[in-house]
């Protein structure tokens, strides 16, 4: 399971943060357009956005992840003007349920990971 912080910058998504489970030395990703993401659905919606086993959810049945990453939970980081910043999420190549726990923890979280990761890039 991945974690990790994106940041909207247009049509871009960029890694701001990324913890690898698996793997310590991953640190961080390539940018990509944000429609070859599933955070993608997460900044349509402003709300959260989970895939417990892709390849069997139709909503992501075109997505270019899907083959890749099968399980995606990721909520709105908003900024302190109501405007959205980016994502943080967790994801994994293997179906897994992301828990209610962990779900209400990052729900929880969010405002201080917004505040924590955008900070310094935003001015009030």
């Not at 900044?43 to 895939?51: A, G, L, N, P, T």
């Not at 399980?71 to 943080?88: A, D, H, Q, R």
């Not at 967790?90 to 726990?101: G, K, L, N, Q």
């Amino acid at each position: 399971m991945t974690t990790a912080i994106f940041a909207f910058d247009g049509d871009m998504l960029r890694n701001v943060c990324l913890i690898d489970k698996e793997n310590q030395n991953i640190t961080n990703c390539s940018d990509q357009p944000i429609t070859e993401s599933y955070c993608m659905y997460t900044r349509r919606s402003r709300e959260r956005f989970s895939v417990e086993e892709a390849s069997l959810d139709s909503r992501v049945a075109l997505h270019p992840k899907r083959q890749n990453i099968q399980c995606y939970y990721g909520i709105p980081l908003f900024g302190s003007k109501g405007e959205m910043l980016g994502t943080v999420c967790h994801f994994d190549s293997m179906p897994v349920r992301v828990t209610e726990e962990v779900a209400t923890a990052l729900d929880d979280l969010a405002p201080l990971i917004a505040e924590a990761a955008f900070s310094a890039s935003v001015k009030d």
